[in-house]
């Protein structure tokens, strides 16, 4: 398949061309859950999109990425800055463009804003269950710091 990609920065006015991306990844992550897909099921994008609402354009940085030949997009990043420290909010590459850099690229310019921005620190969650997405970071030198550990109610 032949590709033609176009990253560009989007703003928050912006933000419903994820959309499709975005429930993509929570559906991947809601597939790929053996102990919480329940709770992947109940995430809505606009209350989730809500929190990044009120920041100010030079604390947010989202990316999308877009093929030109099929008129589709096919990856975004979004990531958020305070006076120190990064955090790679949510990142998603469709499975039919996964190894072709393009996650690697969005996370490289990502760390740049980061890094251009003075924030010498950056932090992500990844789902523990997400074993292919944690070799990914590691590769790109995040380490795992502590773990979150869950104890569901019968009901849930």
Not at 3 to 10: G, P, S
Not at 46 to 70: P, Y
């Amino acid at each position: 398949m032949k590709k033609m990609l176009v990253y560009r920065d989007i703003t928050f006015k912006e933000i419903l061309l994820i959309k499709e991306l975005w429930e993509r990844n929570r559906d991947y992550h809601q597939q790929i859950s053996k102990s919480f897909g329940n709770l992947y099921k109940e995430l809505i994008f606009e209350d989730r999109m809500i929190g990044f609402a009120g920041l100010d354009k030079d604390r947010i940085k989202m990316t999308l990425v877009e093929d030109v030949l099929s008129d589709e997009s096919v990856a975004y990043c979004i990531s958020v800055r305070n006076e120190m420290c990064g955090e790679v909010q949510t990142l998603h590459v469709i499975e039919e463009y996964r190894g072709c850099g393009i996650g690697k690229s969005l996370m490289l310019d990502h760390m740049m804003w980061f890094k251009k921005n003075d924030c010498n620190d950056v932090k992500l969650n990844v789902s523990c269950e997400n074993k292919n997405t944690i070799a990914f970071y590691e590769a790109l030198g995040f380490r795992s710091n502590t773990i979150e550990m869950c104890l569901m109610s019968p009901e849930s």
